[in-house]
Every structure is written in structure tokens, then in C-alpha cells.
């Protein structure tokens, strides 16, 4: 990502849609992104310049949820 989201900031966001993780990702042409684990709807939200932007007006679909990070 290009700005680091501070570690307790990480920790309780979660998908508005569906209250599932978020973990760490990345979009099609590179961009930082933040992807839902939920398996029945997985969603990718925008992170803008640092912030992710958690409006279900700017997700994209996920072909498969992304997996909870190792330890979860």
C-alpha cells in the first residue's frame, strides 16, 4: 500500500455489506485494496491515497473471497 493503515485502525474495519474480515489486497492494474473474506459476497473496497473508502457504492465484486490472514 502506499500509506500503511495504522495496525488498531486494521484490526476493526470490516466489510460494511456484510461485517466480514478485511484483509489486505490488491486490484486488477495494482491499486491497494481491501478485500472482504466473506465467501458468499466477496467485495473489494478502494484504499485512496491511505483511506480506505468503505462505501459499497465504490466495491468491486470478487470472483472468490479473499482467505483470513494466517493465525485468524
Known amino acids: 500500500m502506499t500509506a500503511e493503515i495504522d495496525p488498531w485502525v486494521r484490526a476493526i474495519l470490516r466489510c460494511p455489506a456484510t ?3 478485511l484483509v489486505d489486497g490488491v486490484g486488477p492494474t495494482g491499486e491497494p ?3 472482504s473474506t466473506d465467501p458468499q459476497r ?3 473496497y ?3 491515497e491511505g483511506i480506505p473508502v468503505l462505501l459499497e457504492s465504490d466495491a ?3 470472483a472468490a473471497p479473499a482467505a483470513p490472514p494466517a493465525g485468524a
Open 46 to 48: 478502494p484504499v485512496r
Open 33 to 35: 485494496e481491501l478485500h
Open 19 to 21: 461485517g466480514a474480515e
Open 60 to 62: 468491486r465484486r470478487l
Open 42 to 44: 466477496p467485495l473489494a
